[in-house]
């Protein structure tokens, strides 16, 4: 049977080389991307079609010789599912009409999963024509990540609206949890059996909250999803990347039971050995922009990467993801050191 050590790296077995992916590994730094991206129109349409969808995760497959495939999606199909409209205009980014108190109770769970039914096509289209050795990873949002976006209509560097929002509707923030707990539950569930090997559970914003705001508002809703996933399909492999945790690292780790932990690029290369177990594996966490820039300040870093992390499982990846600006022979570049430094 072909190995596919990113998944076996997940599962705790530490490589010789270690194996890469990279966050939004399709994107539009490729032309090839962007060319199907005109032919999608809208990026949501680009999301709900499987076809299109399966196209651009394989692209990067094709350049680089990568170690895993990720589901091309976006972490806001599900309050588009919910029925709280998303959409993506040109250069602004996502918008939705933000939730209040009382809209929460109006999310639709029942249909989320119909909704995103050609999402999971993708999936299956996916485990078909990727090779037996390569890992395909499926995804979602984690709640926190995903409640900012709902509650404040759009991104924001600090959370604001979101964060008050907590504090001043208590209640209504906990129904909002436990509904995307449970569709997150559903939903990663579905691309399991699908055929994902792995999934990640991105907390993009799990910056900005005191230790009593983290706990409960990541900590939790993250460890509720593990433990339901794995209630359905037992010993699913889960990577957790909790971007921003500092140091909550380790405890968010420990209390919600990933099998991996992703490191955002400002995490110390000491900081696994000094505070996480030893079997733990890592994943991360070049700089995207040492990618853009190449040359000595990426190659130096990439080695001291791995040096750091070459006593325990690490899969390398960028400790964010990689931006339009990147030049394609750096990304040839960075993979090659990674096999062969």
């Not at 409209?85 to 009382?102: I, N």
């Not at 390398?316 to 050191?337: C, D, M, Q, S, Y």
Request: proline share 7%; with cysteine.
């Amino acid at each position: 049977m072909t190995k596919k050590t990113l998944l076996a790296t997940v599962l705790g077995e530490r490589q010789e080389t270690p194996p890469i992916w990279i966050m939004r590994q399709a994107g539009r730094y490729l032309p090839e991307y962007r060319e199907t991206r005109a032919k999608a129109g809208s990026f949501l349409d680009l999301c709900y079609n499987p076809e299109l969808a399966t196209e651009v995760t394989l692209q990067p497959l094709r350049r680089f010789d990568l170690d895993a495939a990720i589901l091309f999606s976006d972490i806001l199909v599900i309050p588009d599912a919910l029925g709280q409209k998303v959409r993506f205009e040109q250069g602004e980014g996502p918008t939705l009409d933000p939730l209040t108190a009382d809209s929460v109770d109006r999310l639709e769970r029942e249909g989320a999963l119909e909704h995103l039914a050609p999402v999971l096509e993708t999936v299956r289209r996916l485990r078909a024509a990727l090779s037996p050795e390569k890992t395909l990873i499926g995804f979602c949002g984690s709640p926190w990540t995903v409640a900012t976006y709902m509650l404040n209509g759009r991104g924001s560097p600090d959370q604001w609206v979101a964060r008050r929002f907590a504090l001043e509707h208590p209640e209504a923030f906990a129904r909002l949890m436990d509904v995307l707990v449970e569709t997150s539950v559903d939903y990663l569930v579905a691309q399991l059996e699908a055929g994902a090997d792995v999934v990640q559970l991105f907390e993009s914003w799990a910056l900005n909250l005191d230790d009593a705001a983290f706990a409960t508002q990541v900590i939790e809703p993250n460890r509720r999803i593990v433990e339901g996933v794995r209630a359905r399909v037992p010993n699913a492999p889960i990577i957790g990347f909790p971007r921003g945790a500092a140091g909550n690292l380790r405890r968010y780790a420990e209390m919600t039971g990933v099998n991996a932990l992703g490191l955002d690029y400002a995490t110390p290369l000491s900081f696994p050995r000094e505070h996480l177990p030893q079997d733990l594996p890592v994943q991360g966490n070049l700089d995207p922009l040492r990618l853009v820039i190449g040359g000595e300040a990426m190659e130096r870093r990439v080695v001291e990467i791995k040096q750091a992390f070459a006593d325990r499982p690490h899969i390398f990846n960028l400790g964010h993801g990689i931006v339009p600006e990147t030049p394609i022979a750096h990304v040839e570049r960075l993979v090659n050191l990674v096999k062969t430094a």
